[in-house]
């Protein structure tokens, strides 16, 4: 595992579509469909602690292709600095299989959800890059503790795409 990725300043990063760009910060995705780390009806926002995970996860998600064809917006935001963020070591996941891309169990997002019914902020190892880190949201409780700090429009570097080509 990568060592923890903040000193002083805590940002996170999210790749969006760029229609949802003013609501980046709503859980609202989360809320309806469920997430690897949630169960329908709790909102959390998913993001990574550096860009490229960012984008990777999503790309992992629905592809390089449609990176390549979708305009969508990267936000950088910061954990103001005395909010609560619970770190999640890989051993402290009671299924280590949980931190593989396999879709996940119902115990996995009860494991996460009751993480998020207790803290704002939770730092938990990615299951499409292992040796990065996530961080969800809990859109409750973690209100006034995040600002966004900057968004822009997202540009795919085409040479992701050689594989799209072949297949």
Known sequence: MNPLPW??????????????????????????NGGRWNAPGRRVVYASVDPSSAILEVAANRSFDVLDKEPYVLTCFEVISDARVRIVQPEEVPN????????????????????????????????????????????????????????????????????????
């Not at 879709?103 to 190892?125: G, K």
């Not at 499409?128 to 900057?150: P, Y």
């Open 96 to 167: 280590p299989y949980w931190l593989s891309p396999a879709p996940p169990s119902p115990n996995q997002q009860r494991f996460a959800d009751a993480l998020l019914a207790e803290h704002p902020f939770v730092l938990i190892p990615s299951a499409a890059t292992r040796h990065s880190w996530n961080l969800l949201v809990s859109c409750d409780l973690a209100e006034g503790q995040f600002k966004m700090i900057s968004q822009e429009r997202f540009g795919l570097d085409t040479r992701l795409l050689k594989e799209v080509a072949l297949a």
């Open 7 to 32: 000193d002083e300043r805590w940002y996170a990063w999210r790749l969006d579509p760029e229609v949802y760009r003013c609501t980046w910060d709503s859980g609202i995705g989360s809320e309806v």
